[in-house]
């Protein structure tokens, strides 16, 4: 009897990831809900410019490689050329969504767009070795700000689904984060309702999963996962920020 | 082998470009080879607006008007801007209810034909433009023929086909127009 | 002549996309192009394709990436400013492999510029048109008749060499309507098996990439990429020559100089003077053969751009410099005046007697 498998849609090589990061549960969330739901033949995705660059070869569904923050964009492409044949979702993460692409964010949430985004925010740029990113918490010490975030000089962090939230656009905005085996059943189920609402057709879903980064952050992985329940989660809360078409939820 | 270059300028608003384009359907309808450039940018928002079409028996290369055989000017700017560049023994229309002064050319042939007055007096206030190329295919003998017909009915589309007779008889009175 | 109808330049690039089979549109407006936006925004909803006002030209060019790797014809368009932005899609265009067509009605720069032609984004187009080793076809219209015929052509050639085609047009010629048939031959689109549009768990699953962290890997992409440019530089060049058979003066330009040069050569035929136009209808590839025969014979070469002299370069190269060439031009939105052209010519008609 096997009690853990592989799920189809996730392929069969090692991934690059390091230690304790969660890429790796979130990947294989998104192929567990593309299997449960059938739809591997018509699913493209997209992979964004980060750590999780080379998505591409980890899922066994077509794939796309998108140049740093576009990925709404081609997949908006995507979708508008077959838009009954193609499940199309995005995989990005904080520095490509919230600020290299936030304009392509912001408006394929604006026009609703039939298609389901994954955002990772781990509150920092990885790929290039520990920036500062959009979601860096203030006074948070990174390589680009190596005194702590000063919000005077930077800004304050994006807080992504709170901001979409307030657009008429969107479908379904779900903060959720994978530092648990409950929380990740959380998101696992916010995934899942993610693409099943482009199934119905009902348009533009995002999950915001809060993830590690114990690399960048410096930290062992176990302490990257309270991290997020004692900083990340505190500034970014847990939660529904739009369900239009479950309006209690709201 | 035949090219004439007609140059309109007027106010934004007073369908310079259109009598442009009417002017190069003709041209098309009559199987002869045609441009139409119309100036574009900040200037066709409200100020001065002008389009230069070019018909031809032979191939034509540039389409932009140095020197018009013909100058239709609709309005004191235009004529100032542009009288000196027509060429000599060409035509100059224009709308003498709007300019006051004369062409000062003495080399050209000026018409001056009163389309803003006209055009309010027939209750067609937005057809000076149609009755001023009325008066200029009448000087190139070109009235009532099927050809104008022609061109009138794909120049206007079929959502405004209610204009059709209105600009007709807007042609009609400038080709009968007699200083 | 019965076929024909009176076009702007900019909608007869529409609607010969349309008859090409492009149903995916995407663009930002920006003058003076915005016309082809417009008459899409109109057509594709009647025709079940898309039209879709971007937030940004960076937007829309992606979102052609997008269409394109979904193995669909897809356009967009836009002015010099707005082509810069697309210029990181055309990169990763190019990196991917992925046929798309892109219009340039160029106006005047740099930077913001004005809203006039110009032919000042040559270097731009012809020269790959974003970072890395990469061409785009380049096609430059001399007629609103070309802005259809080649706009078609586009297609066919992008589908052909897994290539963007871009249309190098310029305000003028965007704006100007003239007689256009609009009956076409298209080549279908060839099948397209690296297309990614959902495996239908038929084939085992495609990747639209640009990435290759391996350098060894990436220098053979590039190499193939070169075999493959070579072999449109051999076959798919264009030009017309216009009475170069006598010439002792080539004059050469594309677009709308090539159109008031024509008049300057006729002008200056009438005064006797053996003058010639070459005019490049492919400006990448650029068509070297009428240029080195004509360096054997004439003894002078003039280009006529709407630039502070950039296909001059071109010319150059494709002479080997064996005869003068001298550039006559106007920047920033003018345009030559026949005049100008006609003295141009008849200064070297002069030192050749």
Known sequence: MVVFDKPKSLADISMHYCPGCTHGIVHRLVAEVIDELGIEGKTIGIAPVGCSVMAYNYFNCDMIEAAHGRAPAVATGVKRANPDEHIVFTYQGDGDLASIGMAETVHAAARNENITIIFINNAIYGMTGGQMAPTSLPGQVTQTSPYGRDVNACGYPVKVCEMLSTLEGPEYLERVTVNSVKAVKNAKKAIKKAFQNQIDKKGFSLVEVLSTCPTNWGMTPQNALKWIDEKMIPYYPLGVYKDRSNKENN | ?179 | MANKVLMKGNEAIAEAAIKAGCKHYFGYPITPQTEIAAYMAKKMPKIGGTFLQAESEIAAINMVYGVSSAGYRVMTSSSSPGISLKSEGLSYLAGADLPAVVINVQRGGPGLGDIQPSQSDYFQATRGGGHGDFHMIVLAPGSVQEMASLTVKGFELADKYRMTAMILADGTMGQMMEPVELDFDVAPAPEKPWATNGTKMQRKHNITNSLSLVPEELEKFNFARYERYKLIEETEALCEEYLMDDAEIAVTAYGIASRVTKNAVDEARKMGIKVGLIRPITVWPFPKAPYEKAAEKVNHIITVELSMGQMIEDVMLATKCKVPVTLCNRAGGMIPSVEQVLEEIKKYAKRGE
Request: aromatic residues 6%.
């Open chain 2, 1 to 179: 082998m035949k090219t004439t270059k007609y140059l309109f300028s007027g106010f934004g608003g007073q369908g310079i470009l259109f009598s442009g384009k009417f002017l190069a359907y003709k041209g098309l309808t009559a199987d002869k080879n045609v441009s139409w450039l119309p100036s574009y940018g900040p200037e066709m928002r409200g100020g001065t607006a002008s389009c230069g079409v070019i018909i031809s028996d032979g191939s034509i290369g540039s389409p932009i008007i140095d020197k018009p055989d013909v100058l239709i000017a609709m309005n004191l700017p235009s004529l100032d801007k542009y009288e000196s560049t027509v060429v000599s023994g060409g035509t100059i229309v224009l709308d003498s209810s709007l300019i006051d002064r004369k062409v000062e050319r003495t080399d050209v042939n000026a018409v001056y034909v009163p389309a803003t007055r006209l055009a309010s007096e027939n209750g067609m206030p937005t057809l000076a433009n149609m009755i001023i190329v009325g008066k200029l295919l009448a000087l190139e003998g070109e009235t009532g023929s099927e050809i104008i017909d022609e061109t009138l009915k794909k120049v206007i589309s079929a959502k405004h086909a209610d204009m059709l007779e209105v600009n007709k008889k807007a042609m009609q009175i400038g080709a009968d127009y007699k200083e």
